[in-house]
């Protein structure tokens, strides 16, 4: 492999998994932002900024948007206007300019990980190798059904092909690892049992393709009780069908329509690390109280891990006898969806287009041409996310104990109010108190 010349912590950075397992978990949490800059200079003083902060933190790069949909002529003419572009174009800065972004930044306690977005990956893959950038994320479903047009066939084989391509960094004693995105499906309005399956299955297909250092996703829904639940299937089922050990959990601050308020956007936030936390889960991914607003600066970025980071200090884990959960809901209906999609193909990938293709994975309210678009969901009266209509999902009538047996109509106003329920119900002030601002 060719490049410019890097800094010994550079050439051989930490297996990111590694230092997440070891780093996280047993009440301990690991805290990441979504950070991304057209700049070097300002990328690199977020990266700083990160590593400073008053809690266990990881790096992250997050590429823009025309890098993620190839749209390489774009950036090159940005870069010469000199216009800000809404993320790190890592295909087309020189690898000498992102090599002094990284140069005293990464190292053994400090790794880094590149988040794009992109169902067309492959010249960001050979930029990540370039730069031995061994953490990234996405999925040939997660990264593909809710973000274009590109057919999931397409898909699949462009992350086939970017998974061996990613092993390479072996040859130079590198470990890659890779997080499914597949838990955070439209960032909401998807019930967790499939956000669980979806998860998993990514994993798979990543293992499947010489990936051994895994990270699955879950994005905090609407209810605490029903996300604990969620996050504990993905946990048993994770160790019950990845060939690896080298696995972890992270959990996404809620991705729908944030609250505007500060006080409610915190203590949004602070759930979602109580969730980590409760659940044994490693890592987490923040937002911040800008988030309903505008793109987050900097420092409200480092307000966000150090709040999270002390909330995580304070926050109880449930008691661990040592066995796995039980059948829960959510566990049954995410290994019913799994089993059904696995037992179409021995090949992962294929095994997923199959199942997309005849409705045995089905994302609500998702316009890709390739989701089948039959099932619905709501929010019920106790604020958890139920199926309206699983459409062709492999479920039968009892899924989610019978919740789903009589289809219920999601009109567009409903539509509309469960959009909006986590920004009313944390936005509006307490009973009796009196909101100032």
Same mark, same amino acid.
């Given at each position: 492999?060719?490049?410019?010349?890097?800094?010994p912590?550079q050439?051989?950075?930490v297996?990111?998994?590694?230092?997440?397992?070891?780093?996280?978990?047993?009440?301990?949490?690991v805290?990441?932002?979504?950070?991304?800059?057209?700049?070097?200079?300002k990328?690199?003083?977020?990266?700083?900024?990160?590593?400073?902060?008053?809690?266990?933190?990881?790096?992250?790069?997050?590429?823009?948007?025309?890098?993620?949909?190839?749209?390489?002529?774009?950036?090159e003419?940005?870069?010469r206007a000199?216009? %800000?572009?809404?993320?790190?174009?890592?295909?087309?800065?020189?690898?000498?300019?992102t090599?002094?972004?990284?140069?005293?930044?990464?190292?053994?306690?400090?790794?880094?990980?590149?988040?794009?977005?992109s169902?067309?990956?492959?010249?960001?893959?050979r930029a990540?190798?370039?730069?031995r950038?061994n953490?990234?994320?996405?999925?040939?479903?997660?990264?593909?059904?809710?973000y274009?047009?590109?057919?999931?066939? !397409?898909?699949?084989?462009?992350?086939r092909?970017?998974?061996e391509?990613?092993?390479r960094?072996r !040859?130079v004693g590198?470990?890659?690892?890779?997080?499914?995105f597949?838990?955070?499906?439209m960032?909401?309005?998807?019930p967790?049992?499939?956000?669980?399956?979806i998860?998993?299955?990514?994993?798979?297909f990543?293992?499947?393709?010489?990936?051994?250092?895994l990270?699955?996703?879950?994005?905090?829904?609407?209810?605490?009780?029903?996300?604990r639940?969620?996050?504990?299937?993905?946990?048993?089922?994770?160790?019950?069908?990845?060939?690896? %050990?080298?696995?972890?959990?992270?959990?996404?601050?809620?991705?729908?329509?944030?609250?505007?308020?500060?006080?409610?956007?915190?203590?949004?936030?602070?759930?979602? #690390?109580?969730?980590?936390?409760a659940?044994?889960?490693?890592r987490?991914?923040?937002?911040?109280?800008?988030?309903?607003?505008?793109?987050?600066?900097?420092?409200?970025?480092?307000?966000?891990?150090?709040?999270?980071?002390?909330?995580?200090?304070?926050?109880?884990?449930?008691?661990?006898?040592?066995?796995?959960p039980?059948?829960?809901?959510?566990?049954?209906?995410?290994?019913a969806?799994i089993?059904?999609?696995?037992?179409?193909?021995?090949d992962?990938?294929?095994?997923?287009?199959?199942a997309?293709?005849?409705?045995?994975?089905?994302?609500?309210?998702?316009?890709?041409?390739?989701?089948?678009?039959?099932?619905?969901?709501?929010?019920?009266?106790?604020?958890?996310?139920?199926?309206?209509?699983?459409?062709?999902?492999?479920?039968?009538?009892?899924?989610?104990?019978?919740?789903?047996?009589?289809?219920?109509?999601?009109?567009?106003a409903?539509l509309l109010m469960?959009?909006?329920?986590?920004?009313?119900k944390?936005? !509006?002030?307490?009973?009796?108190v009196?909101?100032? #601002?």
């Open positions: 492999m060719t490049g410019a010349h890097l800094e912590e050439q051989y950075p297996d990111f998994g590694e230092f997440v397992r070891k780093s996280g978990g047993y009440g301990r949490l805290v990441q932002p979504r950070m991304g800059f057209g700049d070097p200079a990328m690199r003083q977020g990266l700083l900024a990160t590593k400073a902060a008053d809690a266990t933190t990881v790096g992250t790069i997050t590429l823009d948007s025309y890098t993620r949909v190839g749209e390489l002529r774009a950036v003419a940005a870069l000199g216009r %800000d572009l809404n993320g790190y174009p890592v295909v087309s800065h020189p690898t000498a300019t090599g002094r972004v990284l140069s005293g930044v990464r190292d053994s306690g400090f790794p880094v990980q590149v988040r794009h977005g169902a067309t990956p492959a010249d960001i893959f990540l190798v370039r730069l950038l953490a990234t994320e996405g999925g040939p479903v997660s990264y593909c059904l809710p274009g047009r590109t057919p999931l066939a !397409e898909s699949v084989r462009n992350w092909v970017c998974c391509l990613y092993t960094l !040859e590198v470990e890659p690892h890779l997080e499914t597949g838990g955070c499906m960032g909401q309005l998807c967790p049992g499939q956000l669980v399956a998860s998993v299955l990514e994993a798979l990543f293992a499947q393709h010489g990936i051994h250092s990270s699955l996703s879950y994005a905090q829904q609407t209810d605490r009780e029903q996300d639940e969620a996050v504990a299937a993905l946990r048993r089922l994770s160790a019950e069908l990845l060939p690896t %050990d080298n696995w972890h959990v992270v959990v996404y601050a809620y991705m729908g329509v944030f609250p505007e308020s500060y006080r409610g956007a915190h203590r949004l936030l602070g759930e979602a #690390v109580e969730l980590a936390v659940t044994g889960s490693e987490l991914i923040v937002k911040t109280v800008s988030e309903a607003r505008r793109i987050p600066t900097i420092a409200e970025n480092i307000h966000a891990l150090e709040y999270a980071g002390r909330t995580a200090g304070r926050a109880r884990q449930e008691p661990d006898d040592g066995h796995l039980g059948d829960s809901p959510t566990y049954l209906e995410a290994r969806l089993e059904a999609v696995l037992g179409l193909d021995d992962v990938g294929e095994a997923l287009i199959a997309f293709r005849r409705g045995y994975l089905d994302i609500p309210y998702c316009l890709h041409p390739d989701n089948a678009g039959a099932t619905r969901s709501y929010i019920d009266a106790d604020g958890k996310l139920r199926w309206a209509d699983t459409g062709a999902l492999p479920l039968g009538a009892g899924a989610e104990g019978g919740e789903v047996a009589r289809k219920r109509k999601v009109t567009s409903g469960d959009l909006f329920h986590m920004r009313r944390y936005d !509006e002030p307490p009973e009796g009196r909101e100032l #601002v």
